[in-house]
């Protein structure tokens, strides 16, 4: 009995050790977000799984052929500071493979397929940061690859 309890903490303890060390729970989009904007994005572990939760803004299908189909998607996240200013946070999430294939429809339906992820939808995503995207006026948005989303 002795023997097992032992193996049983021992056992934890690693998963422990190497659940922290592969997946970053203190991630979230507004410090995702404020690290790329200020330039920081070099602390961020591209080794590491970050977990996001955030609101569909906007959504493109990239490549809608089923055996490169890529999209990408939106999500926001923001909060009041004081009360006349809200803050929103952006960040890009890739997704690429079959896996994803009608989570994002080319042209809008009438009957929604059920793997679709719905403007305004709350999200959260399992994924890795590969980069940062700039736009025209050079704010910094980061980039992650989804691996799993949950609707």
């Given amino acids: 009995m ?13 998963f422990t050790l190497y659940a922290e060390s592969t997946i ?3 991630m ?14 070099n602390t961020i572990n591209p080794d590491q799984f970050l977990i996001i939760e955030g609101t ?3 959504r493109e299908v990239l490549n809608s052929d089923k055996n490169a189909y890529s999209a990408i998607l939106d999500i926001s996240s923001g909060k009041w ?24 429809p080319v042209r809008r339906s009438r009957k929604p397929n059920p793997k679709e992820i719905t403007l305004n939808s709350r999200i959260l995503i399992l994924g890795k940061y590969i980069g940062y995207r700039e736009d025209k006026k050079g704010n910094k948005y980061p980039v992650i690859i989804g691996l799993k989303i949950r609707k």
């Fill in 28 to 41: 979230t989009l507004e410090k995702l977000a404020t690290l790329i904007s200020e330039g920081k994005g």
């Fill in 24 to 26: 970053n729970f203190d």
């Fill in 2 to 14: 002795k023997k097992f309890l032992v193996a049983v903490v021992l056992f934890s303890s690693i």
């Fill in 56 to 58: 569909v803004s906007a």
């Fill in 81 to 104: 500071e004081g009360t006349e200013k809200i803050l929103i946070y952006h960040c890009y999430v890739q997704l690429k493979g079959s896996k994803f294939e009608g989570t994002v």
